[in-house]
C-alpha cells in the first residue's frame, strides 16, 4: 500500500494581514517526485519553507514521516535535505573543503569523493563553487542535499537558467535518486519538465490547490473537457533542433 511520506493538512500562513497560503492539503507518496507548480506569487516558496521547518506556519498540521511538525521539527530536519545556499559563501573553498565543512554542520561523517560521485563532478574536487558551470553548481547543491542521507529532499527550481544539456542531465540525477528510495519534492516553473519528471503535481494559485494529479491524468482531463489545442502540425519543436544540432552530451565540464 502507498505510505504517505508527507500530510499536510488545512495548512494556512498569514504575513501580517495578506493570507498568503489559503488552507491547502495534500499528502506526498514515499518514492515519488512531486512537484509544486503555480505561477509566482502563488505560495509555493512559503509552502515547501514551511515543510523543511525553516519557516513559521500560521495553522494547519504539517506531519512527516509520522512527525509532527509542531512537536518534533528537529526530528524532521533530521530525515531532510534541504539544498543550501552556497554561492559566495566561501569562495576559496573547494568542493572536497565544502562537503566536509557542511557535514560538520550536519554532524555527519560523509565521503566526500564518494558524494561527489554521485553527482558526477569527482573530476571537480579541487575546483571552487565560483569555478563551476551553472549545471555542475546545481549538481553540487543537489549533493549538499544528500549529506544526511535523507528519506526527502527538497529541491527549489533546480533547473532555472541552465542549458537544455544541463537540464536533462540534472532530471537523470533526480530520477537516480528517486530510484535510491529517496522522495523529491521540486518545484519548477517550466511544465515540459514537470510533466517527463514528476509522478504527480499540484498546481498552486493565490494559495490554494487548484489541480492535483500525475501530469497525464490532468492532461486526460483537459482534453476531455473539450479542450482543443490550435492545430500542431509540427513534428518537432526549436529544442529538439537545439538537442539534435548540439547533441545530448554536456558541456562546460
Ligand atoms: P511562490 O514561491 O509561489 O512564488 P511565495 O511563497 O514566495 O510564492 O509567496 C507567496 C506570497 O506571499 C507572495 O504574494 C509574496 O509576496 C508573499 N510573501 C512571501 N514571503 C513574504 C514575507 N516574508 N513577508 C510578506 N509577504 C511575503
Not at 95 to 124: A, C, H, Q, W
Not at 147 to 158: M, R, T
Request: negative net charge; glycine residues 8%.
Amino acid at each position: 500500500m502507498a505510505n504517505k511520506i508527507i500530510e499536510v493538512t488545512d495548512l494556512h500562513k498569514k504575513y501580517g494581514e495578506f493570507e498568503a497560503v489559503k488552507g491547502i492539503s495534500f499528502d506526498v507518496i514515499e518514492g515519488e517526485i512531486f512537484g509544486l507548480l503555480g505561477p509566482n506569487g502563488a505560495g509555493k516558496s512559503t509552502t515547501l519553507e514551511i515543510m523543511e521547518t525553516l519557516r513559521q506556519k500560521t495553522s494547519g498540521k504539517v506531519v512527516i514521516a509520522g512527525l509532527d511538525l509542531d512537536t518534533s521539527p528537529n526530528e524532521i530536519k533530521k530525515i531532510i535535505g534541504v539544498q543550501l545556499q552556497t554561492s559566495g559563501y566561501y569562495p576559496s573553498l573547494n568542493l572536497v573543503e565544502l562537503i566536509t565543512l557542511f557535514s560538520g554542520l550536519y554532524n555527519e561523517n560523509v565521503d566526500p569523493m564518494e558524494l561527489l560521485d554521485k553527482v558526477n563532478l569527482r573530476d571537480k574536487s579541487k575546483a571552487k563553487f565560483k569555478e563551476m558551470s551553472g549545471g555542475q553548481k546545481q549538481r553540487f547543491s543537489i549533493a549538499t542535499t544528500l549529506i544526511n542521507k535523507p528519506a526527502i529532499i527538497f529541491l527549489d527550481e533546480p533547473t532555472t537558467g541552465l542549458d537544455p544539456q544541463a537540464r536533462r542531465n540534472l532530471w537523470d540525477l533526480i530520477r537516480e535518486i528517486r530510484n535510491q528510495g529517496t522522495t523529491i519534492i521540486i518545484t519548477t516553473h517550466y511544465m515540459d519538465e514537470a510533466e517527463v519528471l514528476c509522478d504527480r503535481v499540484a498546481i498552486i494559485d493565490s494559495g490554494k490547490i487548484i489541480a492535483l494529479n500525475s501530469p497525464d491524468k490532468l492532461i486526460d482531463e483537459l482534453v476531455d473537457s473539450g479542450f482543443e489545442k490550435p492545430k500542431e502540425v509540427k513534428q518537432a519543436n526549436l529544442e529538439d533542433v537545439f538537442i539534435h544540432l548540439t547533441g545530448k552530451a554536456l558541456r562546460e565540464e
